[in-house]
């Protein structure tokens, strides 16, 4: 079984910068993606980037320049560096780690950690 647990939200000013981590434990397939989602009050969760095991990014356009993520294949952990941050960032972020096995996609949803940015 598969888990993914965040860390390192918080409150933060707009400006500011947050770094998230996501650590995964238990049996993970070598090819998989991992990413971002957040879920913002009244609004449906959105993606927010992914890296692939291999290295490839995507971003949403909304964080593109602003948020990098990255990953350690070797740690099982996904990181999200938040910069410039606004106030239209505050949400719950969560981890997903996704994968694909016999055709078959299974994802795995962390417990979210809380970002707010207000003065």
């Known amino acids: 079984q598969v888990q993914l647990v965040e860390s390192g939200g918080g409150l933060v000013q707009p400006g500011g910068s947050l770094r998230l981590s996501c650590a995964a434990s238990?049996?993970?397939?070598?090819?998989?993606?991992m990413g971002w989602y957040r879920q913002a009050p009244g609004k449906q969760r959105e993606l927010v980037a992914t890296?692939?095991?291999?290295?490839?990014?995507n971003y949403a356009d909304s964080v593109k320049g602003r948020f990098t993520i990255s990953r350690d294949n070797a740690k099982n952990t996904v990181y999200l560096q938040m910069n410039s941050l606004k106030p239209e960032d505050t949400a719950v972020y969560y981890c997903q780690l996704r994968e694909v096995i016999r055709g078959v996609n299974y994802g795995y949803w962390g417990q979210g950690t809380q970002v707010t940015v207000s003065p």
């Open positions: 238990g049996s993970i397939f070598s090819i998989n993606v």
């Open positions: 890296i692939t095991s291999d290295g490839v990014t």
